[in-house]
C-alpha cells in the first residue's frame, strides 16, 4: 500500500516518512486508532516504505521488486499475525494467510468483524493462542530475504491471550536485528503494559469528515456530493461505517429509525411487532449498524436539545428529525434512551434473539418518550 492511497493523516504521514528517512525507526511500532481510522493500511504503507528500494520523499516508489511484491501483500520480508478460529489442527495464521491477504486487499479498512464475516465463522470467536506467538518467533528467526529489514505487522494484538501475550513481550525483549514490528491496535487498553512500554506509541485520530466524502465519492461514482458529505458526517470519520452506509444506502437506516420512534412515541404496539421482524430481517451486522447510527442521531438530537446547535452535525431531513425529536427530549429521558441502545448494541453482538429483543427495547422506549 502507498502513501499515497491511505486516506487522510497528512502530518501523521510525513512525521512517519521523517522518521525513517532520519533513521529513526523505532523497534516496535504501536499504531492504535479507531475503528475505520486506517492504523492498518498506515502500517502497511510504513512496511512498504521501509522495504522499498527506491523511497521517494514522499512516498515508496511502487514499481521496484520490493514494492511490486508489497502490492500484493507477498514480501517475504513481510511477516503477518492476525487473530484466526482453532479448528482441532489448525491454531497458526499460515493457513489463514491467504485469506488475509485477499481482504485487506479488497478492503484495507478491514475490521474484526468484516474479518469474521468473511472467514464465514458467525458464531466462532476469533483468537491468537500461544501457537501463533510461536509462529511470530520462528519467522523472525529466519534470515532477512531480501538482505533489508524484516517487518512483522501485528494485526490486533490485543486480542492474544494472556500466554500468547507474555510469549510476544519476550521477543520484544530480545530483538533479533534489523526487526521492525508492527502493531496495529483498536484498543490499547486491553495490551499488556509491559508491551506497551516496549513499542513506540502513534495514535491514529478518526478521519476528517472531507476526506471521507472525498474518499466515499472516489469509490461511489454515482454518489452525490451532499450525500457524501452526509454519510460522511454521520459515520464519524470511520470508513469502514460510511463505506457500508454508501453501499448499502444510508436512507434505509434513516427511515427505519425515524419512523420505529414516531411509532414508538404514539404508542403503536402493533407497529412494535412489525418493527421487531423488520429489525430482524436486516441480519446481526445490518442491525447493529442501525443501532449505532440511532446512537448517533439520538447524540444530535440531545446537543440540539442542550443548545449546542453549532454542534449539531445533520443535513437535509435528518436536521428536520432532530429539530423535531429534540423536543420530546428531557432530564428524565435523555440519558435512558442512549442506555437504551447501548444495551441492545451489546446484547445484539451476544447473539440474542434479534426481535424479541427489538420489541422489549420498543415497549421501554415508549414510555421513555412518554416521561
Ligand atoms: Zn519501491
Known amino acids: 500500500m502507498l502513501f499515497s492511497k491511505v486516506i487522510d493523516h497528512a502530518e501523521l504521514k510525513a512525521k512517519l516518512i521523517g522518521n525513517i528517512r532520519e533513521g529513526r525507526v523505532p523497534h516496535a511500532q504501536l499504531l492504535v486508532g479507531p475503528r475505520g481510522s486506517g492504523n492498518l493500511p498506515l502500517a502497511l504503507a510504513y512496511a512498504q516504505y521501509l522495504l522499498c528500494e527506491d523511497k521517494g520523499v514522499v512516498d515508496a516508489c511502487g514499481e521496484c521488486p520490493s514494492c511490486m511484491q ?25 493457513a489463514f494467510l491467504a485469506d488475509w491477504r485477499r481482504e485487506v486487499l479488497a478492503e484495507p479498512y478491514l475490521d474484526i468483524e468484516l474479518w469474521r464475516d468473511k472467514l464465514e465463522s458467525e458464531n466462532k470467536q476469533l483468537r491468537m493462542g500461544v501457537d501463533i506467538a510461536q509462529e511470530i518467533q ?66 491514529v485520530p478518526a478521519l476528517h469528515p472531507e476526506a471521507v466524502a472525498d474518499a466515499l465519492r472516489g469509490r461511489f461514482p454515482d454518489l452525490g456530493e451532499t450525500e457524501a458529505r452526509a454519510i460522511a458526517l454521520r459515520s464519524e470519520g470511520d470508513m469502514l461505517e460510511a463505506v457500508d452506509m454508501a453501499g448499502k444506502g444510508e436512507e434505509e437506516l434513516f427511515v427505519f429509525f425515524r419512523d420505529w420512534l414516531r411509532a414508538c412515541f404514539r404508542k403503536e404496539v402493533v407497529a412494535a411487532v412489525d418493527f421487531g421482524e423488520g429489525f430482524q430481517k436486516l441480519g446481526r451486522e445490518r442491525q447493529k449498524s442501525l443501532v449505532r447510527y440511532g446512537l448517533y442521531l439520538i447524540r444530535q438530537c440531545v446537543l ?14 435528518e436536521q428536520e428529525f432532530v429539530l423535531n425529536f429534540s423536543k420530546v427530549l428531557n432530564e428524565r429521558n435523555a440519558d435512558g434512551i442512549r442506555r437504551e441502545l447501548e444495551t441492545a448494541h451489546v446484547h445484539i453482538e451476544r447473539n440474542a434473539n434479534a426481535k424479541v429483543l427489538f420489541m422489549d427495547m420498543s415497549y421501554r422506549m415508549m414510555g421513555l418518550l412518554r416521561a
Do not use: Y
Open 70 to 94: 508489497m502490492a500484493k501483500l507477498e514480501h517475504p520480508d513481510l511477516h503477518l499475525a492476525f487473530p484466526i478460529f482453532f479448528t482441532d489442527k489448525v491454531k497458526t495464521c499460515d
Open 138 to 203: 520462528r519467522k523472525l528467526s529466519m534470515k532477512s530475504f531480501r538482505g533489508g529489514c524484516k517487518v512483522m505487522l501485528i494485526w490486533l494484538p490485543e486480542l492474544m491471550d494472556a500466554a500468547a501475550a507474555n510469549k510476544l513481550l519476550k521477543v520484544l525483549e530480545e530483538p533479533e536485528p534489523s526487526t521492525v514490528f508492527l502493531l496495529v491496535s483498536n484498543d490499547a487498553e486491553q495490551l499488556l503494559a509491559t508491551i506497551l512500554s516496549r513499542a513506540q506509541l502513534t495514535k
Open 304 to 317: 440540539q436539545w442542550q443548545q449546542v446547535p453549532e454542534l449539531v452535525r445533520v443535513l437535509g431531513q
